[in-house]
């Protein structure tokens, strides 16, 4: 892995800080009702990409998560107007204004979703792996899921065959501390989510979830370990969504106190304090670089928003592969 310097720290912050006001602002917009249907934001968690992708090569690496997406792929390098466009139902989004917030996607960027079934990335987190392994691709695989899709029976499978055939393939719990509206200490007499992965002989850790260069050390440990033919790890990194589950989400299950504490240990806040404790800028450059995020979040959204939706024929054309499909009635 690269050394992790001050000039590191610096592009966490601002990397960081847009993905916090890009998110602020979705979901502005979709109480202006702009973007429709589902809106799962990432407000807390921004310290895992910026960590992960830092220890990644991607180059060749892949990643692949469930549905709070939007996040995850700019930090593979998306675009992220094409990402609001996505967001708006507008033809330059990532999958043509017709995926939506939970379908996010890149093939370029080989950023594999965005899925909403819980759980259902796992496998295929494993299947791409497998197919790295099997074309001797020297690629790995980061497989990401909340602390609720380990409940999922495909998870044990998943591990178990990840096992016994050495895959390259990091799983990473996202552990929020809640799925949906139940906490983990709910749904299950193993708080430690970690733990699960050492049960079948994978090399499993916890990692604190609010400061990107532990996540940057303990990722690029496992990645490495992966692309040597090692096998698969597990990483639960702790961490806290400062918003609901969704937009719809009164949150009733939790208070304003315990929010507030996990504020109190924002990565972006621990970042800049960081940043200034060590001199390496002051509170005018930093303040400069936040002005120059809401500059770019401001045209993301003028890009969604001056984009043509996808005609009908468009939603068909990204459909089916078969350009004549024999089922096909585009007179409907």
Not at 71 to 76: A, G, N, T, V
Not at 165 to 188: D, H, I
Not at 261 to 268: C, G, S
Request: with cysteine.
């Amino acid at each position: 892995m690269k050394k992790i310097n001050e000039q590191t720290y610096l592009k966490w912050f601002q990397d960081m800080s847009f993905w916090r006001k890009f998110e602020d602002k979705c979901r502005s917009l979709y109480l202006k009702r702009k973007i429709r249907g589902f809106l799962h934001l990432y407000n807390g968690q921004e310290a895992i990409p910026a960590g992960l992708t830092y220890a990644m090569d991607l180059s060749k690496d892949h990643m692949i998560t469930a549905y709070r997406c939007h996040i995850l792929p700019m930090s593979m390098g998306v675009d992220p107007k094409e990402i609001m466009a996505e967001l708006f139902g507008k033809k330059t989004g990532t999958s043509h204004g017709i995926g939506g917030s939970m379908h996010i996607f890149s093939k370029k960027h080989r950023f594999y979703g965005g899925h909403g079934i819980v759980g259902g990335q796992i496998p295929l987190g494993a299947g791409i792996a497998f197919a790295d392994k099997y074309f001797n691709r020297k690629s790995v695989t980061i497989t990401l899921m909340g602390d609720g899709a380990v409940r999922q029976g495909s998870l044990h499978e998943t591990f178990n065959m990840s096992m016994m055939w050495n895959l390259p393939v990091v799983f990473v719990c996202e552990n929020n501390q809640y799925a949906m509206g139940t906490s983990v200490k709910r749904s299950t007499n193993i708080e430690d989510i970690y733990k699960i992965g050492l049960s079948y002989g994978m090399p499993s850790y916890p990692i604190d979830g609010m400061d990107p260069e532990k996540i940057a050390n303990a990722a690029s440990q496992a990645i490495e370990r992966a692309r040597n033919g090692k096998g698969s790890s597990f990483l639960e990194i702790r961490t806290y969504r400062y918003r609901g589950h969704s937009m719809s989400d009164s949150e009733s299950y939790r208070n304003k106190e315990e929010i507030n504490f996990f504020k109190k240990k924002d990565p972006i806040l621990k970042l800049k304090n960081f940043i200034l404790e060590n001199k390496w800028s002051n509170e005018e450059h930093l303040s400069l670089i936040e002005e120059q995020v809401k500059i770019k979040v401001d045209s993301c959204v003028k890009f969604a928003e001056t984009s043509r939706p996808p005609s009908i024929n468009e939603m068909y054309d990204v459909v089916y592969f078969e350009k004549e499909y024999p089922f096909l009635d585009r007179t409907i």
